[in-house]
T-cell receptor, first 114, second 114 residues
Framework: AQSVTQLGSHVSVSEGALVLLRCNYS??????LFWYVQYPNQGLQLLLK??????LVKGINGFEAEFKKSETSFHLTKPSAHMSDAAEYFC????????????FGTGTKLQVIP | KAGVTQTPRYLIKTRGQQVTLSCSPI?????VSWYQQTPGQGLQFLFE???????NKGNFPGRFSGRQFSNSRSEMNVSTLELGDSALYLC?????????????FGPGTRLTVL
């Protein structure tokens, strides 16, 4: 079965500092990997996704993530945090083939300190 | 282009009642997925519909059911409500429902069971 582990339910960074949100997955077949962001009282918005090809994926709002098969990781980074980045972030995994049945991580709440 | 809409946004019910939630996907999207989000269990996949057919189902009891209409609008129903059904119910749509498709989420329906 596929699973996702997000290390750290809460992460605090200073404005302008590097953002690093960790995600490790478990999958016996090549995964598709996603990062979503959720602002209070809103649904989820896709930040970026890895399906095939280039392992460094660039997304919206300056975020990027790198798929590392050897480490089974898909960490999310942003060079410089903005106050508007404060939100909850979810890593998710699904399998190639078949249809939507995405498994989400437990989420990481990002706090940006001015 | 209008986003995914969910109605109602907030709902309060009592134990034993039933409830129906509605989701209108983005125009042209034929796949609709439903998720339950709770603080304790996080985001969990309920089911996915495509062309009025349920293609995938998560691990939820039979009290949770859904359907999709010919215009791709979807409803989910929960019968005999329990306190533990209190959650944010999210709907997501995509063109085909394939794993590589981007899912677009609605703002959710917050259900409170008293």
């Amino acid at each position: 079965a596929q699973s996702v582990t997000q290390l750290g339910s809460h992460v605090s960074v200073s404005e302008g500092a590097l953002v690093l949100l960790r995600c490790n997955y478990s999958s016996s077949v090549p995964p598709y990997l996603f990062w979503y962001v959720q602002y209070p009282n809103q649904g989820l918005q896709l930040l970026l996704k890895y399906t095939t090809g280039a392992t460094l994926v660039k997304g919206i709002n300056g975020f990027e993530a790198e798929f590392k098969k050897s480490e089974t990781s898909f960490h999310l980074t942003k060079p410089s945090a903005h106050m508007s980045d404060a939100a909850e972030y979810f890593c998710a995994v699904s399998f190639s083939g078949g249809y939507q049945k995405v498994t989400f991580g437990t989420g990481t709440k990002l706090q940006v300190i001015p | 282009k209008a986003g995914v809409t969910q109605t109602p946004r907030y709902l309060i019910k009592t134990r034993g009642q039933q409830v129906t939630l509605s989701c209108s996907p983005i125009s042209g999207h034929r796949s609709v997925s439903w998720y339950q989000q709770t603080p304790g269990q996080g985001l969990q996949f309920l089911f996915e519909y495509f062309s009025e057919t349920q293609r995938n189902k998560g691990n939820f009891p039979g009290r949770f059911s859904g359907r999709q209409f010919s215009n791709s609008r979807s409803e989910m129903n929960v019968s005999t409500l329990e306190l533990g059904d209190s959650a944010l119910y999210l709907c997501a749509s995509s063109f085909t429902g394939r794993q590589t498709d981007t899912q677009y989420f609605g703002p959710g329906t917050r259900l409170t069971v008293l």
